[in-house]
């Protein structure tokens, strides 16, 4: 099973992109393709001493920028190394990409590349975020920014089945984000993709910040650092709790393949971790699954994907 790795996404390039699908094959024993400029991937291997671990590379001659209008990138740089990639996946010679490249480029190379499951009019991002029952799945997270009702409801499928079958939640709870109060909680949160890139924006600050202020408070004076001493590895779980890293990135549910779009910045764990997670999605026909799901749905309602 392998997985086909944009190299040349990302704000830091084949350096830390590289370097997390070598970490993902020594630790996990994933099979990987690098796709990119055959030269630099080649530079990368052997910095890391990883020329024996039997690395696949397909070489790319262009890069789709993070600032590039999608559609460009879609027309015109065919030979990209996210649109190689994609073309992997289709192909079958992949199971899965995953590219910390321009996530609207990704989004739309995929559907018209990959193709979209049988009963999805629209793929969304689920992003995965800390919750005291461990994760909780947001969706969508910026694909869609006026998605119809029929939209949610297959979002509502799609992230109830991943946190299921990937997250191990037994019978997740959707729900829906409104205003004002809501009623209990929920392992997945369905709304549209302008308000879910807001939440998640919002969310990501607040843990940095909140993890920036508890070491602030616990550095202030001499008993501040005796106690937090003391407390070293409740503040180490905390962070690994809070650390978006541990899931690699967003998952682009809906297409008929599987895709991980990590962010821009991801450092090597959150490559490693990306390479990971798109592995497990394959091995669990999580597509399948959906499908599935989502044709029981339509047969109770008596509606087709929720449309009236």
């Known amino acids: 099973m392998k997985i086909a790795v944009d190299a040349m996404g990302g704000d830091h390039g084949p350096a830390v992109v590289v370097e997390g699908a070598v970490a993902a094959v020594r630790e996990f024993g994933a099979s990987v393709i690098l796709v990119g400029d055959r030269q630099a991937v080649d530079v990368e291997i052997q910095r890391l001493g990883a020329q024996s671990l039997g690395l696949e590379v397909r070489h790319a001659s262009e890069v789709v920028g993070m600032a590039e209008s999608p559609s460009l990138a879609l027309r015109r740089k065919r030979d990209s190394s996210l649109r190689i990639a994609a073309e992997l996946v289709r192909d079958g010679k992949a199971a899965a990409f995953i590219s910390a490249g321009n996530t609207g480029a990704a989004m739309a190379i995929s559907m018209f590349v990959i193709g979209v499951l049988r009963g999805i009019d629209r793929p969304a991002i689920a992003a995965v975020l800390p919750s005291l029952r461990g994760f909780t799945v947001l969706i969508d997270a910026g694909a869609n920014v006026t998605p119809k009702p029929w939209h949610l409801f297959q979002f509502a499928i799609m992230g109830h089945v991943y946190a ?6 037994e019978r997740p709870r959707v729900g829906l984000l409104s205003v004002g ?10 709304t549209d993709g302008f308000t879910g890139n807001v939440a998640l924006k919002i969310s990501e600050s607040l843990a940095e910040m909140v993890g920036s202020m508890i070491k602030e408070e616990l550095t202030r004076d ?3 650092k005796v106690g937090a001493a003391l407390a070293v590895p409740a503040f180490t779980r905390f962070r690994k709790r809070v650390d978006y890293t541990e899931m690699g990135g967003a998952p682009l549910l809906g297409i008929d393949g599987a895709a991980i779009i990590c962010h821009g910045a991801s450092p090597v764990k959150a490559i490693k971790n990306a390479v990971r997670v798109a592995a497990e999605w394959a091995k669990a026909g999580l597509n399948e699954h959906i499908k599935a799901a989502l044709e029981a749905e339509i047969a109770r309602g008596g509606r087709e994907g929720g449309r009236e």
């Open 164 to 169: 299921r079958d990937i997250l191990g939640l």
């Open 181 to 190: 109060e809501e009623e209990g909680n929920c392992d997945v949160i369905v």
């Open 222 to 224: 001499l008993r501040s």
